[in-house]
């Protein structure tokens, strides 16, 4: 009997030890450290990286996840533009709810669809949030305005508002509400139409009062009216006379903008730095008669103008310098107009420049250009130029050591047509071996153009590993893309090859204010 007894401890002690086995072994493998023991303050932050639908669905995870997607420090940045990957919300009476719960003092910036702009909530707003800085309100695509005769209340502290014009929805009703709340705005954008307008079209409608803005906003800066029907000279004359602080004005696809105003402009607006004119309709004599010398203006942009070459010469050779400078498209831009500026020396503080698609440009003349100028340069832009083609790219590479953003090649089109195949693999090897600091890089020639081996892969690791700032790489849609895209996809840099379908890289980033003048 106590032999049975004694066997029946044994095997109890051996099951109690190779149960104790499992368990440390067990404790071993799981780790020691779960997402549940990384601290609030860590998980708010790595939170901060996700937008706002993501934070949605985290917050059904648990309570202590609900709670820290549902905290004010991560809806400081709120879009509700569902058009522009915002979040969509379908009544203004859940955005109150959200106004008071998750929003409240810590909102930063907001973007309105036309359908929620009403006076409750911008009350609401204007009460429950403080912090309030930068507001966008489209009126787009309205149809029909709400009545804003019991606004009595806005946002007063604003440094950016950006309005969407209507093609034919006038907003004085609701503007005479704000006016007196607009006197703190340092950036204005007034954003048009340009983009929807048929060339049929021939009404025109001023559907908001510049004049009367102005008279409310003495200390704008930054003022950015894109792509609006109406906008002329008148306009800009009347901004001129009671904005004087004025560093940047953006004038592009105002087509009716002639530049009569623009010497009234230079006398008044003593600050003056910035002046965007792309696809304007300037005149040559109004250009040639504003006082360029007296001017503060070093960064321009006459991209896509009809400037002639005496224009050219005469408007550039007397504004003292440049940092930027934008004249893609300006086909009597030539060689006796960029010789002269360098020998002037107006190019010694050069950071950016684009001369795409000048044809009166030669080959030597950009060689020399770039020879003297390129060490300074952080942006180029010298596509739609089938002169330009591999050898003169190998040859101008090692003067570029610390470009950011650069813009090469030709695609085929019915007017410019390639009679030679250009070997892509040196280009990106000069590239990765020279340009360090590579951040943008978008090369225009098609696939009907490159010619590339089994070995081109290589080239495109050296780019990749060389290149560790770059985070845009657009080419011609094609086998080479396939084969680069596939390549920093295994690497994990998923976002970096883009298309020039779907993509285009411009040096616009370079303006000094460029990030007030983003908008959309």
Known sequence: MMEFHSTIYDVAQDASQIASAHKSHRDRLEPTCTIDNVPDKCLLHIFSFLHQRELGILARVCKKWRLLAYNHQLWKVVSLRPEYNGLYVNSFENLMALINVRFGPTLRYIELPCELVTPPILHELSNKCPSLKYMTIDFSNAMQLHDFNDLNSFPCNLRSLCICLSEVIFLEGFMRRIYSCLSSLQVLHLIGTFEMTSEGDEDVYEVVNIGKIKAHTPNLRIVNMYGITFIDDSHIELLTSNCIHLDCLALNYCLRVKGSSFKTLIQRCKKLKTLLLTHTGLENEYMVNVPWETAQVHELDLTSTELSSECLENVLNRI??????????????????????????????????????????????????????????????LSGKPILTENFWLNVIGFLPNIRICVLGTANGWFLKLTTKV?????????????????????????????FSDKSNKFVDHIRLRCPHLKSFTLSDGEYYEMVKSNFERADRMKVVRTTTNYSTSINSLVSCFNDLLFN
């Open 320 to 381: 003292p310098f440049f940092t930027f400078l934008g004249l893609g498209h300006c086909e009597f831009f030539t060689d006796k107009i960029l010789e002269g500026m360098v020998q002037r020396g107006k190019f010694k503080q050069l950071r950016a420049i684009d001369i795409s698609s000048t044809p009166g440009l030669s080959e030597n003349t950009i060689y020399q250009f770039l020879q003297l100028h390129g060490r300074r340069l952080l942006g180029l832009v």
């Open 423 to 451: 070997h892509i693999d040196q280009v990106i090897e000069g590239f990765a071996q020279n340009c360090a600091y590579l951040s943008r890089l978008e090369i225009q020639w098609d696939p009907d153009t490159i010619r």
